[in-house]
């Protein structure tokens, strides 16, 4: 069986952003920021030019959900023990068991997730560019979309989704 995929990976696909794990033991990581990378690959059939898709149009779909998490606190919004509030003012207020923040609301971002792991931003991601795909690009069919989030060199989650098909024999 021949596969083909498109994969990009461009300094520009990077963004800054504070955030805190919560552990399991219900422990959490002190508010720190990464410098964070991000990688995709789509696989799929070959259109009858030769391509997968074309680059130029899968970069700016990539570029626009980077930006969206760029010089931003990052927050986990289904997580069962933290509290988020935004006050009348415009301050979110974040507690964590015993812990207390407050910020400018226009410097939070809540995703619905339940941590802000890489693992879970990498998923994310992935989910808003085959969603973003779907819209833009109907003609593209991925049959799978890979996508890394690097927090430091060496160190990424990565989430993949393969599109299941089913074969009916006759």
Not at 47 to 75: C, N, T
Not at 103 to 112: H, I, N, R
Not at 140 to 156: F, M, T, Y
């Amino acid at each position: 069986m021949e596969r083909w995929s498109i994969q990009v990976d461009k300094e520009y696909l990077k963004y800054s952003a504070a955030h805190f794990l919560i552990f399991p033991d219900g422990s959490a990581e002190r508010l720190h920021g990464h410098n964070y990378r991000v990688y995709a690959e789509v696989e799929g059939p070959l259109s009858e030019q030769g391509l997968v898709m074309d680059f130029y149009s899968i970069k700016p779909l990539l570029r626009d959900l980077v930006e969206q998490l760029d010089e931003v606190w990052l927050l986990p919004g289904e997580h069962p023990e933290l509290k988020i509030q935004t006050r009348e003012d415009g301050v979110v207020e974040v507690r964590y068991r015993e812990r207390y923040y407050a910020a400018p609301k226009e410097d939070v971002l809540v995703l619905p997730l339940n941590n802000t792991s890489v693992e879970n931003m990498a998923a994310w991601l992935g989910k808003k560019l085959r969603a973003a795909l779907a819209e833009k690009f109907p003609q593209v069919e991925p049959d799978k979309i890979w996508l890394a989030v690097e927090e430091s060199p060496g160190q990424r989650g990565v989430y993949c989704s393969t599109l299941s098909t089913t074969t009916e024999l006759g």
